[in-house]
């Protein structure tokens, strides 16, 4: 089971005296000024011996990997944390230049639960800034670990975090002329991968449901190009529907009630929206164009798609009804696979110039254009659910496949994601619950 109900955890907050407000806090980072100084941060091995270890090893890796902290090296620690209830010695900390520290315990309880507890600290006031419990089976040790990384993260930003969530992405494998592609699922770290589609059958851009366990993708099963809803808890499948002609690009509606995709007749592709309880489709666009990759608003309002009705890809807005299409996209070059932020202030794409892929993100009028980052051949951005950072899939020229990589809104903290084998299409999803 996924959810954390379902996973039993429960959530205590600590109840001490020397617990900051957090306008009171010294220890804050302000995620909106741009290239951010990563904040020094010391997470000891949390009390319990290797699975202790192996938590606060996680929180630190998450923190790292967002770019905005700089885990200090265990190395240099001068204090041994032994009761990680009592205030450290934070002299000892301040020497090293740890303005935020961590500690914790991890404990059996006698029904063979996991308990497993954190304090963050702000080594420079002196003061406990969050602490927490949690309560959950040994197997889901790792969540628990992203789940404090995550609260670190919210108490010292003000912005919900992104570590305790899921990417599924197109797992490739064998050689370029026959290759095999099937979609898998992992952590966003890249951890605890497994395969949930088990066929030769080529399939495409998978997407997460925004309020359920549950993805849509396009599969060429039986060559013929279906759009698939797939259970994620119980692994059940069903087709969308059976259309005429080949279906791109299937999106979930924000409230999960729909999917968006482009449907392709007669030689030109038009954008569709289909109702999931009732089955009805309603057509959007209508032009002897190539209309595809929908993405709607957060808010459901409007969906930006890419179009070649001006000769080549562009990006346009229009309503959810498909009224009101307008360009927004008049950079050199073109413009696709564009994808709305979760905080609705900007857009994401992918634009081919000047002979190199780019991801970059322009507010939803167009204006504000940033490249992120260029290269050979990058693609298909997808939004943390927090809409500070996305990942893409690249291709490196010589390289024998596609590999992920995330990068956040600054352009500075690009990381390739580990995969066993090749990897493309990324779709980030919701946090878990």
């Known amino acids: 089971m996924l959810k954390r109900t379902f996973l039993r955890f429960v959530i205590v907050f600590a109840t001490v005296a020397s617990v900051l407000s957090p306008a009171h806090a010294v220890v804050e980072i302000n995620i909106n000024k741009g290239n951010v100084e990563p904040l020094p ?46 205030p450290p010695r934070f002299e000892d900390w301040k020497v090293i230049n740890a303005q935020a520290l961590v500690t914790g315990r991890v404990t059996q309880e006698a029904d063979g639960r996991l308990k497993a507890e954190f304090r963050l600290w702000d080594s420079f006031a002196g003061q406990q800034m969050a602490g927490q419990q949690f309560f959950t089976e040994p197997k889901n040790w790792r969540r628990v670990a992203h789940i404090i990384a995550d609260a670190i993260y919210e108490r010292i930003t003000g912005e919900k975090g992104y570590f305790d969530t899921r990417v599924v992405y197109v797992a490739e494998s064998g050689p370029k002329t026959a290759r095999k592609r099937q979609l898998s699922i992992m952590d966003q770290d890249g951890a605890n991968a497994r395969a949930i589609t088990n066929s030769n ?24 190009p279906r759009v698939y809803l797939l259970q994620l808890e119980s692994g059940r499948r069903e087709v969308v529907g059976n259309f005429p002609g080949m279906t791109f690009s299937p999106r979930f509606s924000p409230d999960g009630q729909r999917v968006i995709m482009s449907l392709q007749q007669d030689g030109n592709a038009n954008i569709y929206t289909m109702d999931l309880r009732s089955r009805t489709t309603t057509r959007l666009t209508s032009t002897a164009a190539i209309d595809t990759a929908p993405s709607y608003a957060p808010d459901g309002n409007r969906i930006v798609f890419e179009s070649d009705r001006g000769g080549r890809q562009q990006l346009y807005v229009m309503g959810a009804d498909g009224s009101g299409q307008n360009r ?26 000047g002979g190199k892929f780019s991801i970059g ?28 950072v996305l990942m893409f899939f690249r291709q490196n020229a010589g390289a024998g496949g596609p590999q ?26 919701p946090l878990l619950e």
């Open 328 to 353: 927004i996209s008049f950079g050199d070059g073109s413009y696709s696979t564009p994808v709305w932020s979760p905080r609705g202030d900007l857009i994401a794409f992918t634009k081919q110039s």
């Open 361 to 388: 993100v322009m507010k939803p009028d167009g204006s504000g254009e940033r490249i992120l980052t260029s290269g050979f051949h990058n693609e298909g951005p997808t939004w943390a659910p927090n809409g500070r």
């Open 201 to 224: 059958d080529i399939v495409l851009t998978p997407r997460f449901s925004p309020n359920r366990q549950e993805v849509t993708y396009m599969s060429f099963e039986g060559d013929q």
């Open 41 to 86: 941060i010391a997470v000891t091995d949390f009390l319990s011996g290797e699975l202790g270890a192996k938590i606060s090893d996680v929180v630190a890796a998450d923190l790292k990997r967002s770019g905005l902290f700089a885990p200090i090296s265990k190395g240099a620690f001068i204090e041994k944390i032994t009761n990680p209830d009592a």
């Open 404 to 429: 992920l990589y995330s990068i956040d809104l600054t352009g500075y903290n690009e990381q390739q994601v580990p995969t066993a084998g090749y990897a493309s299409d990324p779709a980030w999803s």
